[in-house]
């Protein structure tokens, strides 16, 4: 690891002025140290944001929840009102990392970590986001766990949170604040970017720009569930993971939530496919519908062809599980 200054920021204006000027913001530093420590980051200063007190979880008066950018993982995920009314995201928390990453991951930190592209993090290997220009190792190189949809022939790496794909399929937004002291929101939508020509740009946060919260909307109702597809039980990252929030009436699906992780540079959502589900009984054909329609542009890179149909059932296994098709058979 390269040397470098470490300043305690006292303030998030302190904050967003050193992260203006060039600073490296830590919180809890579960994904930060390893780039350091393998050199794919190396910050001349770094600050640390823990002891701006942005670890509360408040109801908003629209009716939702504010979660403060500092709250780890491990308490939301434990907080009653998120198990209560947003099941989706305690679920996908809990199957994110391990115990131990959860009680120091923080809320803006899991928004912001890095892709786990294992080219990305050999530096002795061409990588365009962490290198421009540099080529893409893993195009032609071992691709298992890389992007079938969204990616470019620049980069074909996969956004690695659990988190931001419930919050995503929740409709959050992220609350940021300038260096000028202005403090706006962006919707999670709007937030990430596709690689396109320019992998290393992940979000559409500016220089100084510094997360104080995640606001949740009202409380969707509903069915909640967040499955996971991976390598093993736990401590690994999603091959392919579904957050649904499924609302019935009688028996028609009234609304429906949908979010996907593991299959793009960001958490990816496509309201074609709950606009199908929408209005529409429960039904095996239907689902198969929805899978062959979310992956009808999925392209594979060779060794993650398997993510094509592992997506495809994994989405129609969900819906059957959240509307009761599964229990009614
Ligand atoms: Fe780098 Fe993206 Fe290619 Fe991985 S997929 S090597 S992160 S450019």
């Not at 009436?249 to 429906?256: H, L, M, S």
């Not at 960001?266 to 329609?293: H, I, K, N």
Request: glycine share 10%; aromatic share 6%; proline share 5%.
């Amino acid at each position: 690891m390269r040397p470098f200054d470490y300043a305690r920021a006292g303030s998030v204006a302190e904050a967003a002025a050193a992260a203006r000027d060039g600073a490296t913001i830590i919180a809890g530093g579960t994904n930060l140290l390893d780039l350091m420590k393998l050199e794919v980051m190396a910050p001349d200063r770094v600050v640390d944001i823990t002891r701006l007190g942005l670890d509360a979880i408040e109801p908003t008066d629209a009716g939702g929840l504010r979660i403060g950018a500092l709250v780890p993982n491990a308490d939301l995920a434990a907080d009653r009102r998120v198990r209560r009314d947003y099941a989706v995201l305690s679920r996908a928390l809990l199957a994110g990392a391990s115990g131990q990453l959860r009680n120091k991951a923080t809320t803006g930190g899991n928004l912001l970590q890095r892709t786990r592209c294992y080219y990305f993090y050999d530096t002795a290997m061409p990588c365009n986001k962490r290198n421009p220009g540099s080529g893409c190792g893993a195009i032609g190189g071992f691709n298992r766990i890389h992007a079938i949809l969204g990616a470019s022939d620049k980069c074909i790496a996969t956004h690695p949170s659990d988190m931001a794909v419930a919050m995503r399929a929740l409709g959050a937004a992220v609350e940021v604040v300038r260096p000028s002291g202005e403090t706006h929101r962006i919707a999670l939508d709007d937030f990430y970017c596709l690689p396109g020509d320019t992998p290393q740009v992940e979000n559409v946060l500016e220089p100084g720009d510094l997360i104080t919260a995640v606001l949740l909307p009202p409380p969707p109702g509903g069915v909640h569930r967040y499955r996971k597809v991976r390598d093993r039980a736990s401590y690994a990252f999603a091959l392919v993971s579904v957050a649904a929030v499924i609302r019935m009436e009688g028996d028609v699906i009234a609304g429906a939530q949908l979010a996907y992780g593991g299959l793009a540079h960001l958490p990816w959502r496509d309201r074609r496919v709950e606009e199908m589900l929408v209005g529409e009984a429960p039904s095996v054909d239907l689902f198969a519908l929805a899978g062959e329609l979310l992956v009808r542009e999925a392209r594979g890179q060779g060794a993650n062809d398997f993510k094509i149909p592992l997506a495809r059932r994994t989405l129609a296994a969900v819906l059957a599980d959240a509307t009761g098709l599964e229990a009614a058979k």
